[in-house]
Every structure is written in structure tokens, then in C-alpha cells.
């Protein structure tokens, strides 16, 4: 199942609004499908948010033990796919320095 993130993002507003304004807000309603796409797809942007800090700890933690003296102005990339790369990068300079 994919997910339109800004489309949940967009109804997450919605309900969180109806919701200061008032509980029984009766224009505002959320069906069953539109709160199981909220549900799923929040999970999927926190799964998403998890690997990205899990990427970037692993990243930072092989600078530091590898790479720092050689490199010493790297920085994490803000994405995801930067910091796989950067994490790619730096396991096959490993490798080859092992060889």
C-alpha cells in the first residue's frame, strides 16, 4: 500500500483542528478509511524517521572511527539515501584499505 504523505499530513491537520475547536465539530468528519490512511501512513513517516536516525548514528559512528583524521569536515547528509550512500562509501573505502 503506498501512501500520499501529503495527503495524510493534510487530514492529520484537519481532525488535530476539529479537535481544538471542538470535539463534536459536526462539519468535520474522518471515515474509516481516511483514519486508517492517517494510522498507517503516520507509522510509515515514524518507521521512516527511525531508519533516518539509525542510518545517520551508524554514519557518524564509522566517521568517527574511520574516517575523522582523513576527513575531518564531513557532515551527515539530511536524507535518508544521502546518508546510505555516505555509509556505502564508506565501508568500501574500508574494504579496500584492508585488501
Same mark, same amino acid.
Given at each position: 500500500?503506498?501512501? $500520499?504523505?501529503?495527503?495524510?499530513?493534510?487530514?492529520?491537520?484537519?481532525?488535530?483542528?476539529?479537535?481544538?475547536?471542538?470535539?463534536?465539530?459536526?462539519?468535520?468528519?474522518?471515515?474509516? $478509511? $481516511?483514519?486508517?490512511?492517517?494510522?498507517?501512513?503516520?507509522?510509515?513517516?515514524?518507521?521512516?524517521?527511525?531508519?533516518?536516525?539509525?542510518?545517520?548514528?551508524?554514519?557518524?559512528?564509522?566517521?568517527?572511527?574511520?574516517?575523522? #583524521?582523513?576527513?575531518?569536515?564531513?557532515?551527515?547528509?539530511?536524507?535518508?539515501?544521502?546518508?546510505?550512500?555516505? #555509509?556505502?562509501?564508506?565501508?568500501?573505502?574500508?574494504?579496500?584499505?584492508? $585488501?
Amino acid at each position: 500500500m503506498t501512501f $500520499d504523505h501529503a495527503k495524510i499530513l493534510e487530514l492529520a491537520e484537519r481532525h488535530e483542528l476539529a479537535v481544538k475547536l471542538d470535539k463534536s465539530a459536526p462539519d468535520f468528519h474522518l471515515s474509516y $478509511d $481516511d483514519m486508517a490512511v492517517i494510522a498507517f501512513g503516520l507509522r510509515s513517516l515514524a518507521n521512516q524517521e527511525a531508519a533516518r536516525a539509525y542510518a545517520r548514528r551508524l554514519a557518524t559512528a564509522l566517521w568517527e572511527k574511520h574516517w575523522k #583524521i582523513d576527513a575531518p569536515e564531513w557532515q551527515p547528509l539530511p536524507d535518508l539515501m544521502g546518508l546510505l550512500t555516505q #555509509i556505502d562509501n564508506a565501508t568500501a573505502g574500508l574494504r579496500r584499505a584492508y $585488501d
